[in-house]
Nanobody
Framework: VQLQACGGGVVQAGGSLRLSCVAS????????VGWFRQAPGKEREFVAT???????YYPDSVMGRFTISRDDAKNTVYLQMNSLKPEDTAVYYC????????????????????WGQGTQVTVSS
């Protein structure tokens, strides 16, 4: 299974972007998915997760600004990012669990089985 992330770009502070993550096969159906990001010189950071039953969880840094969703018919997971800040600048990665895990929410990278290649988001001040 391959994940392809896209939708990154350069945007001014306060702007919006929507990232997409497309799977090569029906991968996301009823499975937990997530988004992470990594800025230069920093560790990979959890951004959002969506459980197999539709629950979501976000860290305080993006709560109220970012929204994760998915369209199983299109094998696609989205990350809508609003009110972007310069500190949101990073490479964003999508990830998916390989097996059904119910309503569990996963914030740790090592718990995901599949990863996209990353898409760059740059927010200018």
């Amino acid at each position: 299974v391959q994940l392809q992330a896209c939708g990154g770009g350069v945007v001014q502070a306060g702007g919006s972007l929507r990232l997409s993550c497309v799977a090569s096969a029906p991968t996301f159906n009823n499975k937990a998915v997530g988004w992470f990001r990594q800025a230069p010189g920093k560790e990979r950071e959890f951004v959002a997760t969506l459980s197999g039953t539709g629950g979501t969880y976000y860290p305080d840094s993006v709560m109220g600004r970012f929204t994760i969703s998915r369209d199983d018919a299109k094998n696609t997971v989205y990350l809508q990012m609003n009110s972007l800040k310069p500190e949101d600048t990073a490479v964003y990665y999508c990830a998916a669990r390989g097996r059904y895990s119910g309503s569990n929410l996963y914030t740790r990278a090592h718990l995901y089985d599949y990863w996209g290649q990353g898409t760059q988001v740059t927010v200018s001040s």
